[in-house]
């Protein structure tokens, strides 16, 4: 279907530039010929030599002045419609040469290129800041695809290696028909539950991006002691010791989540510990506006460059790979990441100078004070008469 062409926004302000002009000019020879030919008189010599004496003044008629007049206004108007035109067209043209920038870097985005920055210089105007803004838009979206194409290459090869692995125990099973079915089994189950695992975490990250959850009332410290509790086998296993301190804390949000946050938080620093003897302290407190967790291990000395990356999907960090049952699939701190994230707060992962991380987490405080009916304000305040100001040290 035909579509009319329309006028360019540069011959728009084109010809309004000019129409103005021509307005303008139109207007200034109207008042000419009402203030001036209109209200001259035709002159009569009789009453000038009655006024002047002996002295006659004649001139030019008004019809004569009038018929004089209108070609050259004519040719004044036609004058200032040809001006109008040609310097509306370069006004027009350099007043839009920052929107031209802009269209061009945002066809070339439209085409895949995201790198292409407009870089605008000069007086900080409108035209300026919507540069500024569009290129900001550039970096960002630029990160956020290149972070996507990572994830998801990162996310198919560590899909494609339990699928991988079960194709090869099932070849072996089919071609060595004398096998021990039980050790098979086993092997398939183990291999079944990570990639069960790691498509729960992929899926859990992504509901974290989206923030598709109902906000509620929530006590972290409860939340700590309850991942505490759940992970003490493990910690057992290893030999390293919890010490859980603090205040409860009031914030507001998934308490799922929030208590999957807590969990990857303390099994990331039992998991990447000391061989034996190591610890783990987690401890809460309540700031103005502000519910703050940290988490710190003993272990091996991190490198500070390696730091900045462990918040990336399948980024464990060679220093720290395990290589058992409890190394997870690389997206332990990314779901940490991206909850904390989704609750509006902060992560801040710092090394140890004796060796091991500490986590801090930041997520905002209550706006006001909770009602005291609130199951988690209860439950928080039996706790806390039960065990006095200090929560007991789980020692293994």
């Given at each position: 279907?035909?579509?009319?062409?329309?006028?360019?926004?540069?011959?728009?302000?084109?010809?309004?530039?000019?129409?103005?002009?021509?307005?303008?000019?139109?207007?200034?020879?109207?008042?000419?010929?009402?203030?001036?030919?209109?209200?001259?008189?035709?002159?009569?010599?009789?009453?000038?030599?009655?006024?002047?004496?002996?002295v006659?003044?004649?001139?030019?008629?008004?019809s004569?002045?009038?018929?004089?007049?209108?070609?050259?206004?004519?040719?004044?108007?036609?004058?200032?419609?040809?001006?109008?035109?040609?310097g509306?067209?370069?006004?027009?043209?350099?007043?839009?040469?920052?929107l031209?920038r802009?269209?061009?870097?945002?066809?070339?985005?439209?085409?895949?290129?995201?790198?292409?920055?407009?870089a605008?210089?000069?007086?900080?105007?409108?035209?300026?800041?919507?540069?500024?803004?569009?290129?900001?838009?550039?970096?960002?979206?630029?990160?956020?695809?290149?972070?996507?194409?990572?994830?998801?290459?990162?996310?198919?090869?560590?899909?494609?290696?339990?699928?991988a692995?079960?194709?090869?125990?099932?070849?072996?099973?089919?071609?060595?028909?004398?096998?021990?079915?039980?050790e098979?089994?086993?092997?398939?189950?183990?291999?079944n539950?990570?990639?069960?695992?790691?498509?729960?975490a992929?899926?859990?990250?992504?509901?974290?991006?989206?923030?598709?959850?109902?906000?509620?009332?929530?006590?972290?410290?409860?939340?700590?002691?309850?991942?505490?509790?759940?992970?003490?086998?493990?910690?057992?296993?290893?030999?390293?010791?919890?010490?859980?301190?603090?205040?409860?804390?009031?914030?507001?949000?998934?308490?799922?989540?929030?208590?999957?946050?807590?969990?990857?938080?303390?099994?990331?620093?039992?998991?990447?510990?000391?061989?034996?003897?190591?610890?783990?302290?987690?401890?809460?407190?309540?700031?103005?506006?502000?519910?703050?967790?940290?988490?710190?291990?003993?272990?091996?000395?991190?490198?500070?460059?390696?730091?900045?990356?462990?918040?990336?999907?399948?980024?464990?960090?060679?220093?720290?790979?395990?290589?058992?049952?409890?190394?997870?699939?690389?997206?332990?701190?990314?779901?940490?990441?991206?909850?904390?994230?989704?609750?509006?707060?902060?992560?801040?992962?710092?090394?140890?100078?004796?060796?091991?991380?500490?986590?801090?987490?930041?997520?905002?405080?209550?706006?006001?004070?909770?009602?005291?009916?609130?199951?988690?304000?209860?439950?928080?305040?039996s706790?806390?008469?039960?065990?006095?100001?200090?929560?007991?040290?789980?020692?293994?």
């Open positions: 279907m035909n579509r009319r062409r329309e006028l360019s926004a540069r011959w728009k302000l084109t010809l309004s530039y000019a129409g103005f002009l021509f307005l303008a000019g139109a207007l200034l020879l109207a008042l000419v010929w009402v203030f001036v030919l209109r209200w001259l008189p035709e002159a009569d010599p009789r009453a000038i030599q009655k006024a002047f004496g002996a006659i003044i004649v001139g030019p008629s008004r004569d002045m009038l018929r004089g007049f209108a070609p050259a206004a004519a040719i004044v108007l036609a004058f200032l419609l040809v001006f109008g035109l040609v509306g067209w370069v006004l027009a043209g350099r007043m839009l040469a920052p031209t802009i269209a061009h870097a945002a066809r070339k985005a439209a085409k895949g290129s995201l790198s292409h920055r407009i605008m210089t000069g007086p900080r105007d409108e035209f300026r800041e919507l540069a500024d803004v569009f290129d900001t838009m550039l970096e960002q979206l630029e990160s956020h695809v290149g972070e996507q194409q990572r994830f998801a290459a990162n996310a198919s090869h560590e899909l494609r290696t339990p699928l692995i079960s194709r090869t125990l099932l070849d072996t099973a089919r071609n060595d028909p004398t096998r021990d079915p039980d098979l089994i086993e092997r398939l189950r183990t291999v539950s990570r990639a069960i695992d790691l498509t729960e992929l899926l859990l990250l992504s509901r974290a991006g989206r923030r598709s959850f109902t906000r509620e009332p929530v006590d972290l410290s409860l939340l700590a002691e309850e991942a505490v509790e759940t992970l003490l086998p493990l910690a057992e296993k290893r030999r390293v010791t919890l010490d859980v301190t603090g205040e409860p804390g009031q914030t507001a949000g998934s308490p799922a989540l929030i208590l999957r946050m807590v969990t990857n938080l303390v099994q990331n620093a039992i998991v990447h510990n000391l061989p034996a003897g190591g610890t783990v302290t987690v401890h809460t407190e309540q700031r103005p506006h502000v519910c703050v967790l940290r988490v710190e291990n003993t272990g091996p000395a991190l490198p500070p460059e390696l730091v900045p990356a462990l918040t990336e999907p399948f980024q464990r960090g060679t220093e720290r790979i395990r290589a058992d049952e409890h190394a997870g699939v690389g997206l332990g701190l990314a779901i940490v990441h991206s909850i904390v994230q989704a609750h509006d707060g902060t992560l801040d992962l710092t090394p140890r100078p004796t060796g091991g991380l500490r986590a801090t987490v930041r997520l905002p405080g209550p706006s006001r004070t909770s009602p005291p009916n609130s199951i988690h304000e209860i439950a928080g305040r706790s806390e008469a039960g065990r006095g100001d200090a929560r007991p040290r789980l020692v293994n």
